[in-house]
């Protein structure tokens, strides 16, 4: 190695452009991709994409993930359904996208979309009258200790 070597290289390094510091927890924008919204418009629950992995929300806090939202979709509405069941307004927006994901396993299953999702809701029917209602009393109570939550119309998903 020549004496000028490590001169030269350090001459290399100052010249270069800064690269900022990668982070280490850098956490990638939640996408919303299922709204369940009060009747106050309070975000009661939510399904979203960070990266390739589905996050279930309810009452601003991240109670759950999975690598398929169908079924985190058919929880939040027999969770409408009993919202509704108990006087309680409430209204379940979601993406084409989910939709889409929707259609395309109904498909693979001979159904109709909306079968297929009735289907999934019925399974969380089964649970007992009583544990359900808690569990949506439970979400309810959650949503209302949390600030309301913002949604910009941008991020608004479809119905």
């Avoid at 109709?112 to 029917?125: K, M, N, Q, R, S």
């Avoid at 009258?129 to 913002?150: H, K, N, R, S, Y």
């Amino acid at each position: 190695m020549s004496k000028l070597s490590k001169a030269k290289r350090d001459k290399r390094k100052k010249q270069a452009p800064r690269r900022p510091f990668a982070r280490l927890n850098g956490q990638q924008q939640v996408q919303n991709h299922a709204v369940l919204v009060n009747e106050e418009g309070q975000v009661v629950a939510a399904i979203g994409m960070q990266g390739n992995e589905w996050l279930l929300a309810i009452g601003g806090q991240t109670m759950g993930n999975a690598d398929n939202p169908v079924p985190m979709l058919a929880m939040l509405k027999h969770l409408a359904n009993v919202q509704e069941k108990e006087g309680r307004k409430v209204t379940l927006e979601y993406s084409a996208a989910l939709q889409q994901m929707i259609d395309d396993l109904a498909a693979d299953e001979g159904k109709t979309a909306d079968d297929y999702l009735a289907g999934l809701v019925a399974e969380f029917e089964g649970i007992e009258g009583e544990e359900a209602t808690d569990v949506a009393d439970d979400a309810v109570a959650i949503a209302e200790e949390v600030p309301a939550a913002e949604v910009d119309a941008d991020d608004k998903p479809k119905a």
